[in-house]
């Protein structure tokens, strides 16, 4: 089966920068969309980064998060910069899978991202 983990998360001062990985157990060309979702303690899981073939970048926070890949690696990168203690979350991995007409979704565990001085 499909199978996505991230890592590099960690604890980062305000300011600092971090990128996550997600590794993806299939090659990227099937892949329609890649996509970071963040979810902190009490609150609902928010869409923070989106790559598609069919629709334009998601920038919600103003260009301090980059989604990006590495085909070779199949790898999808989120990177951070700039960052604040309310970035302070989970992150999850996401892809969304279209073969013919049959569309498939999958979800990483998550990797906590913790903000602090």
């Known amino acids: 089966q499909v199978q996505l983990v991230e890592s590099g998360g960690g604890l980062v001062q305000p300011g600092g920068s971090l990128r996550l990985s997600c590794a993806v157990s299939i090659s990227m060309f099937s892949i329609y969309s890649m996509n970071w979702y963040r979810q902190a303690p009490g609150k609902q899981r928010e869409l923070v980064a989106s790559s598609s073939h069919s629709t334009d970048s998601v920038d919600s926070e103003k260009g301090r998060f980059t989604i990006s890949s590495d085909n070779a690696k199949n790898t999808i990168y989120l990177h951070m910069n700039s960052l604040k203690p309310e970035d302070t979350a989970v992150y999850y991995c996401?892809?969304?899978?279209?073969?013919?007409?049959?569309?498939?979704?999958?979800w990483g565990q998550g990797t906590q991202v913790t903000v602090s001085s």
């Open positions: 996401n892809i969304e899978q279209r073969v013919g007409a049959a569309r498939y979704n999958y």
